[in-house]
């Protein structure tokens, strides 16, 4: 009974737990609240996942209500990794929240967060698991609501702008795809996808659809912040929590980008968005923008965890790169990047949220000599920094060797020259870190500052750990990777 | 000419949204971005609920007599959007609250001169 429910409960158990956190006041219960549901998620996800590994793709109808009338809720093997990833990372940072928030967030505040944490979540999950277009709008909207109200709550005035800038354009984003799926209600009179992906080729051929697709791809690029509109990205997570930022970085974008790949290959179909509408050629050119505009940006940056940001709109570059090839190897590449990233820069994040608590700032020239009174903390930012780069035995290494693969598969040889310079301008910026930490003398100031607790350094070499583990023995994610990139494209072949 | 004014609920549509989208890029002051979204988000709910719309087209309500009726679902879908807009305007809203309590003032460049000082 419990089982044949999974899919509901991945998104019901965090929904239902979020206005019960919002009751306990005190701050202490609000935390070990979040962080029951937020294992209970992960188990969920776990066991969905090895269903899907398992059996194959699993629809389930809410309420009964068989499809295409009623919400279907749809978890094929990219769906499975996605959850995977949001639920693990949403679990790990979960131990990292409790120091690193009573540190940065009002007390009265404290609850707030957890709550707007586990909206997040929902939406998030929502996001990925639900087989129907507007549902799919409205889980958007659940996770980018609720984390308006996380960047908002960062610790300087700042964050109450970022996250302003980043509410209007997330909102146009959102709209923008409302309007496409209503323009593709008004052509096929049905929201489910799979039914759409039925009914649209006896359309596609009218401007209505054309402008659907186009809609769409300019909300969903909003929403995962492709160049040149990610201009809300670097403000909300540089001002943004230490967590918010570990948390958005491996999640809400990748979220975003699950949805790009959902309309392409699902709905509108490989056929449509690649051969007649060009999105590919469109996507590379931006991508490849992306890659050289923002890593070139990170070179010259001096708040780090803004170098960290502008870096993930590079490395949304890497995932779109692959994306746009349109074929099999592509796509797996994509996928893997987008799990890998996650893993990278939530380390990173949580690595810069230790830095943080201890010393207050995250500016270059406030962290000289910091490795001497934070060993562990620098190590890891420099283990994740390693894997940003792509060194071999990292999971960085991994996502380059079958983009690079992909690259060349697809006869664009230019392009594998860029992904290994814009490798080079990853080591200069992560370089310049690590000069400032390792080999710089510490001012005076510098006596007073601690290692980080426990309790944020574990999660953070976790997702390190992680890292190596996938950079040595990479079969499984490969594996799963490739049969998402199956199920996506193969969805649009039939 | 008949089709331009045929379609003349597109044109409302697209003259709202094309209004809000404009206040939202052009204007500096935070509050008419906000109302500027909600414009523009109403537009589409307009978009909406106008092709639900079936010419001779009754309430759906079975009842005798009648075999055409208009098409529900997209209300119902507008009902969601419109709690959704709701709640993207409240906070949106409440942030300009905050900001200008932190900021003593509710004109964006003003605020990014401010920035800029920090």
Redesign the interface.
Known sequence: MLLANLPALQVVIPLVSAPLCLLLRNPRHAWAWATLVSTMVLAVAVMLAQRVYAEGTISYAIGAWATPWGIEYRIDMAGALMILVIAAIGAVIMPYARRSIRHEIARKHITLFYTCYLLCLTGLLGIVVTGDA?NL??FL?ISS?SS??LI?LGST??A??A??QY??MG??G??FI??GV?LL??MTGTLNMTDLAERLPAVTDTRTIRVAFAFVTVGVSIKLALFPLHIWLPNAYTFAPSVVSAFMAATATKAGMYVLLRFFFTVFGNQFSFTAMHAGEILMLLAVAAILVASLVSVFENNVKRMLAYSSVAQIGYTILGISLASTAGVTAGMIHLVNHALIKGALFLALGCVFLRLGSVTLKDMHGLARHMPWTMAAFVAGGLSLIGMPLTAGFISKWYLVSAVLAAGYWPLAVLVLVSSLLALIYIWRVVEAAYFNAPDAAMHKVKEAPASMLIPAWLLIGVNFYVGIDASLIVSMAQQAADALIGAALQ | MSNLLGHYNYWIVIILMMTGFYTVIARPNLIKKVIGLFIFQTSVFILFISMAKIEGGSAPIIAEGISVYSNPLPHVLILTAIVVSLATTALGLALVVRIREAYGTTNEDEIHVQDEQD
């Open positions: 507007f709008f409205v909207e609501l308006y109200v908002s005035r700042r109450l702008t996250a302003f509410l209007v909102t146009i959102a709209t409302l309007i209503g209600y008004m």
